[in-house]
């Protein structure tokens, strides 16, 4: 049983910051990666970014690039989403989420590609 799960979200003001933790349990997932996305209220889930297990290599959507960082600790089965700078419009569920069966590294934006998610955290930025 795969089981993905996430903390570190609250309440934080404009500017501020929050780190976000997902620790994945049930197999071994170092072949695959781990995305991040978020939903806010009345809109899709999005792609947030993405690092694979085994290199550690990244990708960010345009909106958080350069104020977000994703890391993972391979020891501990866990990837972490620093953000930094936050604003408003950051305000979201944020989920967690692991593909698993092999689809290639260009599908890592789409919700569709991942196979496990968490239950999502939530994270509030106050302007």
């Known amino acids: 049983q795969v089981q993905l799960v996430e903390s570190g979200g609250g309440l934080v003001q404009a500017g501020g910051f929050l780190r976000l933790s997902c620790a994945a349990s049930?197999?071994?997932?170092?072949?695959?990666?781990m995305g991040w996305f978020r939903q806010a209220p009345g809109k899709e889930r999005e792609f947030v970014a993405a690092?694979?297990?085994?290199?550690?290599?990244?990708a960010y959507a345009d909106s958080v690039k350069g104020r977000f960082t994703i890391s993972r600790d391979n020891a501990k089965n866990t990837v972490y989403l620093q953000m930094n700078s936050l604003k408003p419009e950051d305000t979201a569920v944020y989920y967690c989420?692991?593909?698993?069966?092999?689809?290639?590294?260009?599908?890592?934006?789409?919700?569709?590609?991942?196979?496990?998610w968490g239950q999502g955290t939530q994270v509030i930025v106050s302007s």
């Open positions: 690092i694979r297990w085994n290199t550690g290599i990244t």
């Open positions: 989420a692991a593909e698993a069966d092999g689809s290639g590294w260009s599908y890592k934006r789409l919700v569709s590609t991942y196979d496990y």
């Open positions: 049930g197999r071994s997932f170092s072949s695959y990666y």
